[in-house]
Every structure is written in C-alpha cells, then in structure tokens.
C-alpha cells in the first residue's frame, strides 16, 4: 500500500516559478516509477511528467524545457519544479505510482491546485 500527499499548489503569476512535493508512505516506494498529471476545468487529466525507480525522466511536449521532476529516494518524495508558468498550466496537479509489475498508475494522491494568472 502506497499512500500519496501532494503539497506545494498556489497562485503564481505567469512567468513565475513553483515547487510542488509529493510525500510517500510505503516501504516499496523506491520501487515505483512516479507520475505527475494534471487537470484543468473542463478537460480529461493529462499526462506531464515521469520518473522512473532509476531516475530516467519523460516529460510531455508541453512542459518540456520548464518542469523537471526528481525524487528522493531516502525521503520517499518525488518533486515537480515548475518554471516559466503559463496560464495554460493552470489545473489540479496530482502524482500517481505505478505498479511495477502491472504498469499501472496503482496510487494517487488528492491533488494540489495550481492557479497561473496572466
């Protein structure tokens, strides 16, 4: 069991720069493959951001070059930082684990909202 807290959401102007944490419970969390996703009013939850239990990153074509996402093992946390916002990045972040074995985003957390004003 994996449980999963989302902290770091705000209001930010655009151009500006935030870091959101994502706190793991569970002893086989460095076994995990972490995801970051987000959703905005009105639209499905996307895909941004992957870090694998080796470190290796995957990032969709929209954040490319402005988020990074990194972990840290020892405190079970998997961040996201996000520069250069966008009005467009606004949504409710949330990161999710995926099973190792069945490659499925098995946990989320409860979401953190992100507010970018133009």
């Known amino acids: 069991q994996v449980q999963l807290v989302e902290s770091g959401g705000g209001l930010v102007q655009a151009g500006g720069s935030l870091r959101l944490s994502c706190a793991a419970s569970?002893?086989?969390?460095?076994?995990?493959?972490m995801g970051w996703f987000r959703q905005a009013p009105g639209a499905e939850r996307e895909f941004v951001a992957k870090?694998?239990?080796?470190?290796?990153?995957n990032y969709a074509d929209s954040v490319k070059g402005r988020f990074t996402i990194s972990r840290d093992n020892a405190k079970n946390t998997v961040f996201l930082e996000m520069n250069s916002l966008k009005s467009e990045d606004t949504a409710v972040y949330y990161c999710?684990?995926?099973?190792?074995?069945?490659?499925?985003?098995?946990?989320w957390g409860q979401g953190t909202q992100v507010t970018v004003s133009s």
């Open positions: 999710a684990a995926q099973n190792p074995v069945a490659a499925i985003y098995e946990y």
């Open positions: 569970g002893r086989t969390f460095t076994t995990y493959a």
């Open positions: 870090i694998w239990s080796g470190g290796s990153t």
